[in-house]
């Protein structure tokens, strides 16, 4: 049985300055060690043949599929606030796959090789960070955030050198597509206006495809995309999830969380929470995170200008219109799940004031996020302080105050805060075991548990520990 790959590559039809074609290099010794069966058969691939030899030889980059054109990806981006030139340094996009219901993905292999855009780089990636990839991407799928997703991750047999030797591997990255705010920039910084149209249309049709028949298309994608980012970002915050690398190459057109390099969850709740050892302003930590989104959506706007209006100030006053919405969007989306994770089906003035008072209590209290609102959705608030008790009448009542049921309030809660999250020490100890010693059983009781978050089980309250004090402060570090 063949695995069913269906290719259509339309970035492929985008001028030839928007990438490089090339093929992946192939390694000595593949071996797979990770696939994900279940998002195979969603994607319409059967998961036989893709495990067989040739199909890990797919994964591997040592053998392109029939109907793929492999090519890396042009891109620029704003990292840590300054502008490079960047593209796919170590990432082959194989091509877009579309599935027996007509959804168009890309297919891409990180950690294939050099590519002209590699700079200094070998093109390679560690196992460990890419099993770290697959296990927080397909966690976030589960807890029901926009997100790429990990397909496959399989070993090469051969090394990667950063400070010491580790085990080399390519992961098998699904995405939406691979458009960012960055591709934006290289087209409006490198290309000319045609390209850059091109580009716009191109994303309006696979992304947004609505703004085809706006009055200004491109006034359409740029609110679109603020929208999705606010939302998305929305969503981070309220499940505590810490990017830390939010430069414009790494924040999506299709509005899908991207590179999981240096990320991690909050444990106690602190806005200063920054886990990554490079970002030592704390310039993408958890407080920071929308903020940071609306300064990238800013740099798209600026890169969209020539297509918003013929004449610059017009458009400069039509981006800003829009950049400007930013804020109230993102504390939309924001409260609409502030409320759903409080019970609240009803809005009451006073209520941004109940929420904002219990993270401040988190924070002086210390206590851990994600646990906070498991102890409020299982109805265990076992606290002696006054303060936090205070709050609970407050809250309690304002529960009262609606016209459903307390079961209700308790369902609405259990839908909307994750019982898990996948904490960082127990993310570690997955890794180690399948990195150190080629054990994978922890990896997948961890993305077992992971894969339900709401589900509320027996069997998951062990991963809902918060790390012993031993294991902080959590460090990230991004030689991936
Ligand atoms: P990231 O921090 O993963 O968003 O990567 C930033 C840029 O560095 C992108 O252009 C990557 O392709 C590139 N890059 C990261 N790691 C490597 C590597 N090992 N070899 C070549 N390029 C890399
Ligand atoms: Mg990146």
């Given at each position: 049985m063949d695995a069913n790959w269906n290719f259509d590559n339309s970035y492929a039809r985008l001028s030839e300055r928007f990438f490089a074609r090339l093929q992946p290099t192939p390694v000595s010794d593949p071996e797979l060690v990770m696939l994900n069966r279940s998002l195979a058969e969603e994607l319409g691939l059967h998961a036989e043949a893709l495990a067989s030899e040739e199909g890990v030889a797919v994964f591997a980059g040592n053998r392109v599929p029939e109907g793929a054109e492999p090519l890396a990806q042009a891109y620029a981006g704003h990292q840590f606030g300054y502008f490079n030139m960047l593209g796919d340094g170590r990432a082959i996009l194989?091509?877009?796959?579309?599935?027996?219901?007509?959804?168009?993905?890309?297919?891409?292999?990180?950690?294939?090789?050099?590519?002209?855009?590699?700079?200094?780089?070998?093109?390679?990636?560690?196992?460990?960070?890419?099993?770290?990839?697959?296990?927080?991407?397909?966690?976030m799928h589960a807890l029901h955030i926009p997100t790429t997703r990990s397909l496959a991750v399989v070993t090469t047999g051969e090394v990667v050198i950063r400070e010491t030797e580790l085990p080399g591997a390519v992961l098998t990255r699904v995405a939406a597509s691979h458009l960012r705010v960055g591709t934006f920039q290289y087209a409006a910084r490198f290309l000319s206006k045609e390209e850059l149209q091109q580009l716009a249309d191109y994303a309006i049709k696979r992304h947004y495809p609505n703004g085809e028949h706006a009055s200004n298309r491109y006034v359409f994608l740029l609110e679109e995309v603020m929208k999705k980012q606010a939302a998305l970002v929305a969503n981070w915050q309220l499940v505590g999830f810490v990017h830390g690398v939010m430069n414009t190459d790494n924040m999506t057109i299709s509005g899908e969380t991207i590179d999981y390099g240096p990320c991690a969850f909050m444990d106690v709740y602190d806005p200063k929470t920054v886990f990554s050892s490079i970002d030592t302003q704390g310039r993408y930590a958890y407080g920071n995170q929308p903020y940071m989104a609306g300064w990238n959506i800013a740099?798209?706007?600026?890169?969209?200008?020539?297509?918003?209006?013929?004449?610059?100030e017009k458009a400069i006053e039509l981006a800003q219109e829009i950049i400007e919405q930013f804020p109230a969007w993102y504390e939309t989306y924001w409260l609409q799940g502030m409320r759903a994770k409080l019970g609240l089906c009803t809005e009451e003035e006073e209520d941004k004031k109940l929420i904002g008072e219990l993270l401040h209590l988190m924070y002086t209290y210390r206590l851990d996020y994600t646990n906070t609102f498991r102890a409020?959705?299982?109805?265990?608030?076992?606290?002696?302080?006054?303060?936090?008790?205070?709050?609970?009448?407050?809250w309690q009542q304002r529960i009262a105050r609606q016209d459903i049921t307390k079961d209700k309030v308790y369902e609405r809660m259990r839908q909307h805060n994750p019982a898990i999250i996948p904490r960082n020490y127990r993310v570690e100890e997955a890794l180690a075991a399948a990195v150190e010693y080629g054990d994978n059983t922890v990896m997948e009781r961890l993305l077992?548990?992971?894969?339900?978050?709401?589900?509320?089980?027996?069997?998951?309250?062990?991963?809902?520990?918060?790390p012993a004090p031993s294991d902080r402060p959590y460090r990230t570090f991004c030689g991936t």
């Open positions: 194989l091509g877009e796959h579309v599935t027996p219901s007509g959804e168009r993905v890309d297919i891409q292999l990180k950690g294939s090789g050099r590519t002209p855009y590699s700079r200094g780089g070998d093109g390679r990636a560690a196992l460990g960070p890419m099993l770290r990839e697959y296990i927080i991407s397909e966690a740099r798209l706007a600026e890169s969209l200008l020539p297509l918003l209006h013929e004449e610059e409020l959705t299982l109805d265990e608030w076992h606290f002696c302080e006054q303060a936090l008790l205070d709050w609970y009448i407050r077992y548990a992971l894969s339900a978050p709401y589900a509320y089980t027996k069997e998951q309250e062990e991963y809902a520990k918060p």
